[in-house]
């Protein structure tokens, strides 16, 4: 079974509930999720919190939407999307925090505070465009250089990537200033 299929296969299992295909989810994408949130996490939330606590957070919320919410073709859109509702995760609790310790906490009728911003989760049709941005840059830059732009966009650091690579962590801040000029030349170029 190719990579897509096996993909396209634990999506369908994922959105009828099939408690192997959360397990297998879980699994493959985990590590994905952690690097996000150790990335984010300051060190006073860790003295509250455990990464964990925001892991299992982020696959409640994934897997506890309605089945049609979200859709992913590729694994890049779902490692993209699990990698955002971690920050936003690990973001809402430092608001809160924050919130907390200046006594300027409102309560919703849930009894969660909030600070008045609005979720920056992407929506579906925002994922797919930007998994058609990101299939293009990358066809842009050599092939040696995709797993390294991934592996960037996953969230590891560039010493995790040069230990993984054999790369150097300054060839790796070049690859990602390539990737990086290939996008603003994109965006600058006017829509046909």
């Known amino acids: 079974m190719n990579e897509r299929t096996d993909f396209l296969t634990l999506m369908t299992g994922l959105r ?3 408690a192997c295909a959360v ?3 879980c699994r493959r994408y985990e590590d994905g ?3 996000t949130i150790r990335r984010h996490l300051t060190r ?3 003295s509250r919190f455990d990464s964990r606590d925001f892991l299992q957070e982020v696959w409640t919320t994934f897997l506890t939407a309605p089945a049609g919410r979200y859709v992913f073709t590729t694994p890049a859109e779902l490692r993209a999307f699990l990698a955002r509702l971690a920050h936003d995760k690990v973001i809402d609790a430092a608001r809160h925090q924050a919130a907390v310790r200046f006594g300027g ?3 919703t009728a849930g009894g969660d505070a909030i600070d008045g911003l609005t979720s920056s989760a992407p929506r579906a049709d925002e994922l797919a465009m930007a998994g058609e941005e990101w299939e293009r840059w990358l ?3 050599s092939p040696a250089h995709r797993g390294v732009a991934a592996r960037v966009r996953d969230g590891y ?3 995790e ?7 150097s962590p300054r060839s790796i801040k070049r690859i990602v200033d390539r990737l990086e000029e290939v996008a603003a030349h994109d965006l600058s170029e006017p829509d046909d």
């Open 16 to 18: 009828a509930g099939e």
């Open 23 to 25: 397990v297998e989810a």
């Open 33 to 35: 999720v952690l690097v």
């Open 44 to 46: 006073r939330l860790r």
């Open 105 to 107: 906490t409102r309560e």
């Open 139 to 141: 066809g842009r830059i």
């Open 157 to 159: 650091t560039h010493e």
């Open 161 to 167: 990537i040069a230990a993984m690579t054999g790369f």
